[in-house]
Structure formats: structure tokens, C-alpha cells
């Protein structure tokens, strides 16, 4: 296997664990800001999930197409929307959900195939490999991961 498109996966996997460790979360903790006037553990999570969603369906089936990737979306309204659905759902819901489409990715990551990884793709004005795409949105994850750990030392 491509060691890019392990390492994406095994982030993947990883995601999917710590998730799953926040079901320990009490309902306080869960709803907690991370920071003064910043956003809960419960929105953190409940935005990556329509990003997921998006790369799944707007960014993967046009890799292997002569079609031009779609426009991002406003990130300032969807991340506004999903947390405030967060706000509305269940802890185990927000959870489910985001474990349900990560695993969703995971698979389709899965199947793609070993030898794309190093490809550059034009996505608007960018230039990126898949790698270097997979890579910046682990980071973002990481990023937010960290700032629930720092918050909730019990979070591993």
C-alpha cells in the first residue's frame, strides 16, 4: 500500500477512535466552550462531520473525472449551521453521525487507487496532491482534537 494513503488511513482510523472516546464525556463537559467565546467539544466535532460529507461527495467521485471540482462552500455558514445542530442533538447522535460518515471516507479512501496519491489536482486555483489535500484536513482535525484535549485532560 501507498505509505501516503496509510498514513491518511491510519489518521482516519484514529479520528474515529477519539471520537468514539468522547461518549465518557459528561453532558457538561460536552457542552462546555473550549475557551471563552470559542466553541464545545459537541460543535467541534458536529462541524468536521459536513465537510466529510463534502469531500465524499464533492471532491472524490471528480478525481477520476474530466469534470472541474465544484466550488467549496461558504465555510462561514456551514460551519454556522452544523454547530448549531450540534447544539440541537444528542451527544450519542452528533458522535454516531460523525463516526457513520468518517467510516464512510475511510472506505472510500480505501479504495482509491495506490498510485494517485502523488497526482496534483487543480481545485479552484490550487494546485495540490491528493496527499497534500488528506493531509491538510488531518491537520485540521488534529488541530481541534488538541484543543478538546487541553480542555479535557481526561480526553485521551
Not at 43 to 48: A, T
Not at 91 to 118: C, H, K, M, N
Amino acid at each position: 500500500m501507498n505509505k501516503w494513503k496509510q498514513e491518511i488511513l491510519q489518521h482516519q482510523l484514529g479520528s474515529i477512535a477519539f471520537v468514539q472516546s468522547l461518549h465518557s464525556l459528561s453532558e457538561k463537559d460536552w457542552r462546555a466552550p473550549i475557551n471563552e467565546g470559542k466553541w464545545t467539544a459537541a460543535e467541534i466535532i458536529g462541524h468536521l462531520t459536513p465537510w466529510d460529507e463534502f469531500v465524499l461527495q464533492k471532491r472524490l467521485p471528480y478525481l477520476s473525472s474530466e469534470c472541474e471540482f465544484p466550488e467549496s462552500p461558504d465555510v462561514q455558514a456551514i460551519n454556522a449551521q452544523s454547530a448549531s445542530m450540534s447544539r440541537q442533538q444528542q451527544q450519542q447522535e452528533t458522535i454516531s453521525r460523525f463516526v457513520s460518515v468518517r467510516e464512510a471516507l475511510y472506505q472510500a479512501i480505501d479504495e482509491l487507487p495506490d498510485d494517485g496519491w502523488e497526482v496534483n489536482y487543480t481545485i479552484g486555483t490550487a494546485s495540490v496532491s491528493l496527499y497534500e489535500y488528506f493531509k491538510g484536513l488531518a491537520e485540521h482535525d488534529l488541530h481541534h482534537f488538541e484543543q478538546i484535549k487541553q480542555v479535557l485532560p481526561l480526553v485521551k
